[in-house]
């Protein structure tokens, strides 16, 4: 079982980056599809951006294109989001998962999906 562990939320006001990382331990494998969904309040829990940690192949939505990337040490099973240009309404929980998949525009979990606990993120005016 994959343990996710997320790090890097906080405050910022509008504008503003911040980098959220995701460690992962035990059966991970040489290659996997690991990424971000966030959700906001009273909303649906949506899928932000991804990687395949053996390619590097990396998704986006289309809402964050241009303004979030995604990087990974392969060293230390971690991936990351640099987010900038942040907008009021990205403020939410943004969670990592691992075994995930792209299908066209959409990033979706698969059954072999785990989470991580999440990770606060606010945005202020």
């Known amino acids: 079982q994959v343990q996710l562990v997320e790090s890097g939320g906080g405050s910022v006001q509008a504008g503003g980056s911040l980098i959220l990382s995701c460690a992962a331990s035990?059966?991970?494998?040489?290659?996997?599809?690991m990424g971000w969904f966030r959700q906001a309040p009273g909303k649906e829990r949506e899928g932000v951006a991804a990687m395949y940690t053996g390619s590097g192949s990396t998704y986006y939505a289309t809402s964050v294109k241009g303004r979030f990337t995604s990087s990974q040490d392969n060293a230390e099973n971690t991936i990351y989001l640099q987010m900038n240009s942040l907008k009021l309404e990205e403020t939410g929980m943004y969670y990592c998962?691992?075994?995930?998949?792209?299908?066209?525009?959409?990033?979706?979990?698969?059954?072999?999906?785990?989470w991580g606990q999440g990770t606060q993120v606010n945005i202020s005016s």
């Open positions: 998962a691992d075994g995930l998949r792209t299908n066209g525009d959409i990033l979706a979990t698969s059954t072999n999906s785990c």
């Open positions: 035990g059966g991970t494998s040489r290659s996997r599809c």
